[in-house]
């Protein structure tokens, strides 16, 4: 079964630093989606993609995030200047269109310390 | 603005028995999907099951069925004959067919005891 994959699957950084969490989502899919899930508290929902633009994005979404789709196969999520309070669980979804269901990859885990 | 609230933070139950999680939901909008998702310790997500809001006829995957009842806004899960890989973080999900995102409830840690 077609899988979204992300990397890294861990990932430690310094506050301040910049990161970029990747994700292949599945090859056929054209919505794709960043959500983040704080430990212990409920999944957030960041941005989602589509053609090639963002198309929603929530108010966590601000001005230190970005997302791009660099090479019609990747779907990056970049963190500006990372804040304590940025360590989270980070998913990457997509799906094939708005009638069909979302699959989500295994996450990545950032710790920002 | 959708909303989605789980009751239940946690929930036992013991192996081949029955349990059902609620979640009820609020949305403006007509056309809907609703989601559980299972989130066992690796802490991926993964689809259970989905219901669309203009289908009468509850889902059902296997062991898993749900109970939708779009006037009282309820969507609860019913697992049948519950297995020790059960165990896991339940959430449930509902997100707009003309829009983006997915809004999640607070969910509800299913043990399944032997």
């Known amino acids: 079964e077609p899988e979204v994959t992300q990397t890294p699957s861990h990932q430690v950084t310094q506050m301040g630093q910049e990161v970029i969490l990747r994700c292949v989502p599945i090859s056929n899919h054209l919505y794709f989606y960043w959500y983040r899930q704080i430990l212990g508290q409920k999944v957030e929902f960041l941005v989602s993609f589509y053609n090639n633009e963002i198309s929603e994005k929530s108010e966590i979404f601000d001005d230190q995030f970005s997302v791009e789709r660099p090479d019609g196969s990747n779907f990056t999520l970049k963190i500006r200047s990372t804040k304590l309070e940025d360590s989270a669980m980070y998913f990457c979804?997509?799906?094939?269109?708005?009638?069909?269901?979302?699959?989500f990859g295994s996450g990545t885990r950032l710790t920002v310390v | 603005a959708q909303t989605v609230t789980q009751s239940q933070p946690e929930m036992s139950v013991q192996e081949a028995e029955t349990v059902t999680l609620s979640c009820t939901y609020d949305?403006?909008?007509?056309?809907?999907?609703l989601f559980w998702y299972k989130q066992p310790p690796s802490r991926q997500m993964i689809l259970v099951i989905r219901?669309?809001?203009?289908?009468?006829q509850n889902a059902t995957e296997n062991r898993f069925s749900v109970n939708f009842q779009k006037a009282a806004k309820s969507f609860s899960l019913k697992i049948s004959d519950s297995q020790l890989g059960d165990t896991a973080m339940y959430f449930c999900a509902s997100g707009e067919t003309s829009g983006s995102r997915l809004t999640f409830g607070e969910g509800t840690q299913l043990t399944v005891n032997p």
């Open positions: 949305t403006s909008e007509n056309n809907y999907y």
């Open positions: 219901q669309e809001a203009y289908k009468q």
């Open positions: 979804a997509s799906r094939r269109g708005l009638l069909y269901g979302y699959t």
